[in-house]
């Protein structure tokens, strides 16, 4: 698999395109934003025909609007004139700006333990521990939209990942209360199939009774299905599964896909397959982000090609407000709509999608809609998840406002609304 990333993806697209301003803007982004793209989504997903209007190419390629334009002007300037130095400052002083760590996931989250190192473990909600192996902590691909995109710049204070499966095993066997782990990424499925077994084997040596669902976070379908395809390295992952299944365990994939494109090729319809017969069970979530899926119509080609395929839709999350989220974000109201309209045309299993859905600090709120209260229009939300479980599924509200985009930003309804929002 050959990948390109920094200044290789200028000269691509100047490649592909003959478009040299197009490949200007991609130079400067690129200083600032951790792109990387892999052969697979240049040659098998991109159709370079639509050039910069093409959703894929959208997804993992920098574009000028990513960054405020005094910011892009700075980098331009700089990379003409400046020293390396000078170029390295400014780009440290915009990603600090860039909100590098939303809802405050390095500090809130941690396992509080003292006898092995908690970093790379997060145990937010009571039933379901996140595992973030080392190893997994970069993708095949990058997508421009990332919230973990601090964790794939060079700035190692800022990275979080695991010391490995014993800490997980260890964490595990201390809190029987957890029935659910995911591991998650970056993509866990960039890890050779060897070292990802080091975190599931433990769930086979019958050590783990309490674990009866693990999931698998990735985005390996649509940016490289060759790892479910391509030799033993293939074939010994899918048996791993397998074994997990026979064992009695709910293994779930969950499939990251932005666009339905990505589930049209060959080698992602042949991996669709031979994951489907391992016995797990396949799921996809994909933020809404403008520019790339932001129509109703594509969500509901998307859900209704997962199910003929046997995917079942889950989330439809709001894009963060990190990084380029200016760029890629799209308002509450605007989210709710197209997360309707998309589902009005599908039959109750094109309907399992929940969204759109804020994976915010205390918890998953999930926007039902816009609603007309006694004297002023509202937001009528609700918590799937939350720190604080008595929350759960009661529905509350906030004031409306069309240009609202985060959770942040919303304000409680009434009095009988502030206990959602305190924290
Ligand atoms: C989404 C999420 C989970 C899983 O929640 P489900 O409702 O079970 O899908 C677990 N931990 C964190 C931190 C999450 O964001
Ligand atoms: S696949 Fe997920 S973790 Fe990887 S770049 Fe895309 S959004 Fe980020």
Same mark, same amino acid.
């Given at each position: 698999?050959?990948?390109?990333s *920094?200044?290789?993806?200028?000269?691509?697209?100047?490649?592909?395109?003959?478009?040299?301003?197009?490949?200007? %803007?991609v130079?400067?982004?690129?200083?600032?934003?951790?792109?990387?793209?892999?052969s697979?989504?240049?040659?098998e997903?991109?159709?370079?025909?639509?050039?910069? %209007?093409?959703?894929?190419?959208?997804?993992?390629?920098?574009?000028?609007?990513?960054?405020p334009?005094?910011?892009?002007?700075?980098?331009?300037?700089?990379?003409?004139?400046?020293?390396? %130095?000078?170029?390295?400052?400014?780009?440290?002083?915009?990603?600090?700006?860039?909100?590098p #760590?939303?809802?405050?996931?390095?500090?809130?989250?941690?396992?509080?333990?003292?006898?092995?190192?908690?970093?790379?473990?997060?145990?937010?909600?009571?039933?379901?521990?996140?595992?973030?192996?080392?190893?997994?902590?970069?993708?095949?691909?990058?997508?421009?939209?990332?919230?973990?995109?601090?964790?794939?710049?060079?700035?190692?204070?800022?990275?979080?990942?695991t010391?490995?499966?014993?800490?997980?095993?260890?964490?595990?066997q201390d809190?029987?209360?957890?029935?659910?782990?995911?591991?998650?990424?970056?993509?866990?499925?960039?890890?050779?199939?060897?070292?990802?077994?080091?975190?599931?084997?433990?769930?086979?040596?019958g050590?783990?009774?309490?674990?009866?669902?693990?999931?698998?976070?990735?985005?390996?379908?649509?940016?490289? $299905?060759?790892?479910?395809?391509?030799?033993?390295?293939?074939?010994?992952?899918?048996?791993?599964l397998?074994?997990?299944?026979?064992?009695?365990?709910?293994?779930?994939?969950?499939? #990251?896909?932005?666009?339905?494109?990505?589930?049209?090729?060959?080698?992602?319809?042949?991996?669709?397959?031979?994951?489907?017969?391992?016995g797990?069970?396949?799921?996809?979530?994909?933020?809404?982000?403008?520019?790339?899926?932001?129509?109703?119509?594509?969500?509901?080609?998307?859900?209704?090609?997962?199910?003929?395929?046997?995917?079942?839709?889950?989330?439809?999350?709001?894009?963060?407000?990190?990084?380029?989220?200016?760029?890629?974000g799209?308002?509450?109201?605007?989210?709710?709509?197209?997360?309707?309209?998309?589902?009005?045309?599908?039959? *109750?299993?094109?309907?399992?999608?929940?969204?759109?859905?804020?994976?915010?600090? $205390?918890?998953?709120?999930?926007?039902d809609? $816009?609603?007309?209260?006694?004297?002023?229009?509202?937001?009528?939300?609700?918590?799937?998840?939350?720190?604080?479980?008595?929350?759960?599924g009661?529905?509350?509200?906030?004031?409306?406002?069309?240009?609202?985009?985060?959770?942040?930003?919303l304000?409680?309804?009434?009095?009988?609304?502030?206990?959602?929002?305190?924290?």
């Amino acid at each position: 698999m050959g990948t390109v990333s *920094g200044t290789g993806l200028s000269t691509l697209v100047l490649d592909r395109t003959g478009d040299r301003r197009l490949a200007e %803007d991609v130079r400067v982004v690129a200083q600032v934003l951790p792109f990387k793209v892999n052969s697979y989504v240049t040659e098998e997903l991109i159709d370079w025909s639509r050039g910069s %209007d093409d959703p894929i190419f959208r997804l993992v390629f920098p574009h000028r609007d990513m960054l405020p334009r005094d910011d892009f002007e700075s980098i331009r300037q700089a990379l003409e004139n400046g020293s390396r %130095d000078e170029v390295a400052g400014i780009v440290g002083t915009i990603r600090e700006r860039l909100n590098p #760590h939303p809802s405050d996931q390095l500090t809130r989250n941690i396992p509080q333990t003292t006898d092995f190192d908690p970093w790379g473990l997060q145990h937010k909600y009571r039933e379901t521990l996140l595992i973030f192996p080392r190893h997994g902590q970069t993708c095949h691909s990058y997508c421009g939209y990332c919230f973990r995109w601090a964790q794939f710049v060079q700035q190692p204070e800022l990275r979080q990942e695991t010391s490995g499966a014993a800490a997980m095993t260890r964490y595990l066997q201390d809190h029987p209360e957890i029935t659910d782990v995911l591991l998650t990424g970056g993509d866990p499925l960039v890890m050779r199939t060897a070292l990802l077994e080091r975190y599931l084997r433990p769930f086979l040596d019958g050590v783990l009774p309490h674990v009866t669902t693990i999931r698998l976070g990735t985005k390996a379908l649509s940016f490289w $299905p060759y790892r479910f395809l391509d030799g033993p390295e293939a074939d010994t992952l899918l048996e791993l599964l397998a074994r997990l299944v026979r064992d009695g365990r709910h293994v779930a994939l969950m499939l #990251h896909v932005s666009h339905p494109r990505e589930l049209e090729t060959d080698a992602a319809r042949q991996a669709i397959r031979r994951l489907y017969d391992t016995g797990a069970v396949l799921r996809s979530q994909a933020p809404l982000v403008r520019h790339v899926n932001d129509d109703a119509s594509t969500w509901s080609r998307m859900w209704s090609a997962q199910v003929r395929l046997g995917i079942v839709p889950y989330y439809l999350f709001v894009e963060r407000d990190t990084g380029a989220s200016r760029y890629f974000g799209v308002p509450l109201v605007r989210g709710w709509q197209i997360y309707r309209d998309a589902i009005a045309g599908l039959s *109750g299993l094109g309907r399992t999608a929940r969204g759109p859905v804020m994976s915010a600090a $205390p918890g998953k709120v999930v926007v039902d809609g $816009p609603v007309e209260l006694d004297r002023r229009p509202a937001f009528a939300l609700r918590f799937l998840q939350a720190r604080r479980p008595e929350l759960v599924g009661r529905p509350f509200f906030a004031a409306f406002d069309p240009h609202v985009q985060w959770w942040d930003e919303l304000k409680p309804y009434g009095p009988s609304d502030r206990p959602f929002f305190a924290e």
